[in-house]
């Protein structure tokens, strides 16, 4: 993919990001991209659904699905803000995601080469390219951010 429509698509999962960010979730943005046509967005919503499910990634893949009308993305590009983890590379890997592009890697969660690299492993039917690093600076600002407010002591929005 053109790094420039790379950059432009981070940029809206950025916006995704800002809007946890908001709401008092970590601030992880998603989007599903297929025919440069977004068809699943998402950001994280664990703390205000009180469900650890719900990740930026599930919610851009649940609204894909709706959107393609099948379970299988196949030659879909799902790009988040961070490093996917095991729960939802495995999510991508099973949609049969064409493509994973991420901002910054997670050194705690990161499945995509961090700590485990499902998209790439060989026992699994189906693998997944990883681009990663797009505008992994900016990305990495905003969890800063984030969890400098957060040990600061500011309320949580819920």
């Known amino acids: 993919m053109d790094p420039e429509i790379l950059d432009r698509y981070m940029e809206m999962a950025i916006r995704e990001a800002e809007l946890a960010f908001d709401a008092g979730e970590v601030p992880v943005g998603a989007i599903v991209v297929v025919n440069d046509r977004i068809i699943g967005r998402g950001h994280n919503r664990t703390e205000g659904l009180h ?9 851009a893949l649940t609204a894909a699905f709706e959107q393609f009308g099948d379970w299988r993305l196949e030659n879909c590009t799902l790009i988040s803000t961070l490093e996917p983890c095991p729960m939802c590379a495995g999510a991508a890997m099973l949609s049969r995601i064409e493509t994973i592009v991420y901002g910054a890697p ?34 990495a600002a905003m969890m800063k951010a984030f969890f400098q407010q957060i040990r600061q002591g500011k309320e949580r929005i819920n």
């Open 106 to 139: 997670d050194p705690k969660f990161g499945a995509c080469g961090s700590i485990v690299d499902i998209p790439s492993e060989s026992k699994f039917n189906h693998r997944i390219n990883v681009i990663s690093g797009v505008r992994a600076e900016q990305v």
């Open 51 to 59: 469900d650890a499910t719900a990740h930026a990634e599930m919610i």
